[in-house]
C-alpha cells in the first residue's frame, strides 16, 4: 500500500467511529425520551392506585388490623415441646410480650397454657394466686427444671463433644451454659442490686 492508502484507512476509520458513535448517541436520547414517558405513566398509575387504596380504606373504616404493637396483641405463640430449651422458651416469651406491649398482669394468664411436661406441672402446682404472678411462675419452672445457675455450672464442666456433635453447636451450648451460670438472674433496677 502506498501512503495514501495508509492515511485513508485511519481517516475512514474515524469516520465510522464518528457515524457509530452519533447513531449510539441518538439511540440514547430516544432511550431517555421514552424512559421519560414510562415514568410518567407509572407514576399515574401509583396515584390512581393510592386513590383507590384511599377510598376503599374510607369504606372499611376500623375493619382493618391494627399494625404495631396493638396489632401485636392477639398474637399467638406456639407450646413449648419436649426438645425446648425451658430457659430459652421463657427468654423468648418475656422478648415477645415486651415487643407486643403486653401488660406484665397478662404474662402468666399468657405464659401458663404453652407451658409442657415439667414446666406445667410446676405452675400449675403454685396456688392460684402466685399462678397470677409471671415472677413466680417463672421461679417455680426454673427450679423444677433444674435451670439454677449451680445446675449451669454443672452443665457446663461436664459439656463434652461427642463424635457425632458438630463443633458449632457444641460450642453454642457452652456459650449458653456459661453465660447462664455467670448472669443467672436478670437485674431490672439498681434497688434489686443492693
Same mark, same amino acid.
Not at 419436649?82 to 394468664?109: H, I
Given at each position: ?9 485511519? @481517516? !475512514?476509520?474515524?469516520? &465510522?467511529?464518528? +457515524?457509530?458513535?452519533? $447513531?449510539?448517541?441518538?439511540? !440514547?436520547?430516544? =432511550?431517555? *425520551? ?19 387504596? $384511599? ?7 376500623? /375493619? ?9 396483641? &392477639? ?6 415441646? @419436649?426438645?425446648?430449651?425451658?430457659? &430459652? ?7 415477645? /410480650? *415486651? ?5 406484665? $398482669? ?31 411462675? #417463672?421461679?417455680? %419452672? %426454673?427450679? #423444677? ?8 455450672? +454443672? ?10 456433635? +458438630?463443633?458449632?453447636?457444641?460450642? =453454642? #451450648?457452652?456459650?449458653? /451454659?456459661?453465660? +447462664? ?6 437485674? $431490672? ?6
Amino acid at each position: 500500500m502506498t501512503d495514501e492508502g495508509q492515511q485513508a484507512m485511519p @481517516a !475512514q476509520t474515524a469516520l &465510522s467511529l464518528g +457515524r457509530m458513535i452519533g $447513531e449510539l448517541a441518538a439511540i !440514547q436520547r430516544n =432511550q431517555a *425520551e421514552a424512559n421519560r414517558q414510562f415514568l410518567g405513566a407509572l407514576q399515574t398509575q401509583v396515584g390512581r392506585q393510592a386513590q383507590a387504596l $384511599e377510598l376503599l380504606a374510607a369504606r372499611l373504616g376500623p /375493619a382493618l388490623p391494627p399494625t404495631g404493637p396493638a396489632g401485636m396483641a &392477639s398474637l399467638t405463640l406456639h407450646r413449648m415441646t @419436649a426438645e425446648d430449651d425451658a430457659q &430459652s422458651f421463657l427468654e423468648a416469651f418475656e422478648g415477645t /410480650a *415486651e415487643a407486643c406491649g403486653w401488660p406484665a $398482669e397478662e404474662w402468666p394468664v399468657r405464659l401458663v397454657p404453652l407451658l409442657t411436661g415439667e414446666a406445667q406441672t410446676a405452675a400449675m402446682g403454685l396456688p392460684p394466686a402466685a399462678r397470677r404472678d409471671y415472677a413466680a411462675v #417463672r421461679k417455680a %419452672v %426454673v427450679d #423444677r427444671l433444674g435451670l439454677l445457675p449451680e445446675d449451669h455450672r +454443672r452443665r457446663f464442666r461436664g459439656a463434652r463433644l461427642g463424635p457425632k456433635d +458438630r463443633p458449632f453447636a457444641y460450642g =453454642q #451450648r457452652l456459650r449458653d /451454659a456459661a453465660a +447462664r451460670w455467670l448472669r443467672p438472674t436478670r437485674v $431490672e433496677t439498681a434497688a434489686e442490686v443492693l
